[in-house]
């Protein structure tokens, strides 16, 4: 113990780490902060853990096209690598932590009203860092270098290209050239592990730096506006008053909650391990149907419900859009009620902005836009065939993969629209064309059918009519005879 603190003192003496600690610690806090504030602390500490766990994956990690995804495989075996298997784990779950702490984080400011006076750069940097925390997470996934990895850089290749002037010379900058390759791996690598950490430590140092130079805001309180004329001296008396120094009275909160995180994270590691990987690239299948992480699904999904005329339109001005009122915030509203008791429409925009993210997250977990490759045969009772070509056709729609995409009596995906009423819309020759030709987001089928199984599926398809089916309960059968 004395040997302990006779090293310190010799540290510190020789360092003057304590001149530049001290206050970092001793600085009086307003007493009232509690739980709703440690969510900041939680993202620095799950940053903290991305950057431990990722250096240790850099060094096992072969930036090569042919060799990251074996290489990976190899860290992600529990067996013959537990280490490398609980650190793959550890920087997944590692990285959701950061994205729900640093988006809980945001909440919190946001209906605390904290971004006002005199913090509207602490906003601004936090905005910046928010940004990059998701980038992070994008350029994580491709270096998984898996189907859905290589399939992410072409959809955001292309849709960088859509931007206009500038959209070439981006796609050709993430790409690192004109075809996805060993090229665009090191990019992509360079940005995950160079780049953009250098960024988030720039702008979470001043983050840093704001926090302690503006002091943390006060726990609001209805009816006390802020004034950014007397807002500081204010403050200043209300520290006196009501002040706490940060160590330990207000941090052991952060110290409490971090080490629960960095232990759930270590137990989902160990339980659950690291994602799976997809399939090896491979650059003849263009039609891989991917999922990216849960964090960003959400966006997935937004794009994929997006009419193909609007998509262009919003993959460029959503996220302008978007980041434009983040930054706009704190000059907007940077005075006046800070209580979310007093500010409906804050309380109403995050309500509205969560559930917006959480359907559309639904909607990406169904993925009703991809086909469901395990449709199940139609069950003898929805078929109801009334002869052996009949029969024949309703095969052949289950092996034909039509039931990927088209659903009868509800069995099927969804890609397509329901054909358990074709008949009723379309003729033999309309059903059979469409099969021939194909249409838009189907394929033709003109060289991969013979004559003999058409006319059995169309056979089939005509018996789907729901007028035929259920004559008694079909409002439509009002209008005929
Ligand atoms: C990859 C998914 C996919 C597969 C596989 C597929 N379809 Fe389609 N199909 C679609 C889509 C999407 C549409 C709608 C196209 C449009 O809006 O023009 C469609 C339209 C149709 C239509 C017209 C429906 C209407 O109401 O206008 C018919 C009939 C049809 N498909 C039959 C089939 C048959 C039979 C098969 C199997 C041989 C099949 N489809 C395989 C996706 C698919």
């Not at 490398?84 to 400011?109: D, E, K, N, T």
């Not at 943390?216 to 006196?240: M, N």
């Not at 064309?433 to 033709?444: D, E």
Request: some cysteine.
């Amino acid at each position: 113990m004395k040997l302990l603190k006779a090293t310190w003192d010799w540290i510190d003496d020789r360092t003057g780490m304590s001149t530049l600690l001290g206050p970092v610690f001793d600085h009086p806090v307003p007493a009232g902060a509690k739980w709703a504030y440690v969510f900041g602390s939680a993202t620095m500490i799950a940053f903290i853990i991305q950057v431990v766990t990722g250096i240790a994956l850099s060094a096992s990690f072969v930036t090569s096209s042919g060799e990251a995804y074996a290489s990976l495989q190899a860290l992600s075996d529990p067996v013959n690598n537990p280490l490398g298997y609980l650190l793959r784990g550890m920087h997944f779950y590692g990285a959701s932590a950061m994205v729900i702490m640093v988006g809980l984080h945001m909440i919190q400011v946001f209906l605390y009203g904290a971004y006002k006076y005199p913090r509207e750069m602490n906003w601004l940097s936090g905005v910046v860092l928010f940004a990059v925390t998701l980038a992070m997470g994008f350029t994580g996934q491709l270096l998984r270098w898996d189907d859905i990895a290589v399939w992410s850089v072409y959809l955001a290749a292309a849709m960088s290209a859509k931007v206009p002037i500038v959209g070439s010379g981006i796609a050709h900058f993430l790409v690192a050239g004109d075809t996805i390759g060993g090229a665009t791996l090191s990019r992509f690598f360079a940005f995950h592990v160079f780049f953009i950490p250098a960024i988030i430590f720039v702008f979470l140092g001043l983050h840093l730096w704001l926090v302690i130079h503006h002091g943390i805001s006060e726990p609001p309180e209805a009816g006390r506006p802020v004034d950014p004329k007397t807002y500081r001296a204010w403050y200043h008396q209300y520290l006196e008053k009501h002040g706490v120094p940060f160590w330990p009275d207000a941090a052991w909160r952060d110290v409490v909650f971090g080490l629960a995180m960095v232990v759930v994270i270590m137990l989902l590691s160990w339980f659950w391990g690291p994602p799976h990987l997809g399939h090896p690239p491979d650059p003849t299948l263009v039609e891989v149907y991917p999922k990216p992480d849960w964090y960003l699904l959400w966006i997935f999904a937004a794009l994929a419900l997006l009419p193909g005329e609007l998509e262009e339109i919003v993959v460029f001005v959503g996220p302008v859009i978007i980041g434009a009122i983040l930054v706009a915030l704190p000059f907007i509203s940077n005075r006046g009620e800070r209580s979310w008791k007093r500010r409906p429409w804050a309380v109403a925009s995050v309500i509205i902005i969560l559930m917006m993210i959480g359907s559309l997250w639904i909607q990406g977990v169904q993925a009703p836009w991809t086909p469901s490759f395990n449709a199940e045969a139609l069950p003898q009772q929805v078929v109801n065939a009334s002869s052996a070509e009949i029969q024949r056709g309703a095969e052949l729609f289950n092996t034909q993969g039509c039931q990927n995409c088209h659903a009868i009596a509800g069995y099927g995906g969804q890609r397509g629209p329901s054909l358990s009423n074709v008949a009723d819309r379309l003729t033999r020759e309309q059903i059979a064309i469409s099969i021939l030709n194909g249409r838009r987001n189907m394929p033709a089928y003109a060289t991969m059918m013979s004559p003999e199984d058409l006319s059995a599926l169309v056979d089939f398809l005509q018996t789907r009519s729901e007028r035929q089916a259920q004559p008694h309960t079909n409002p439509a059968g009002a209008n005929t005879p």
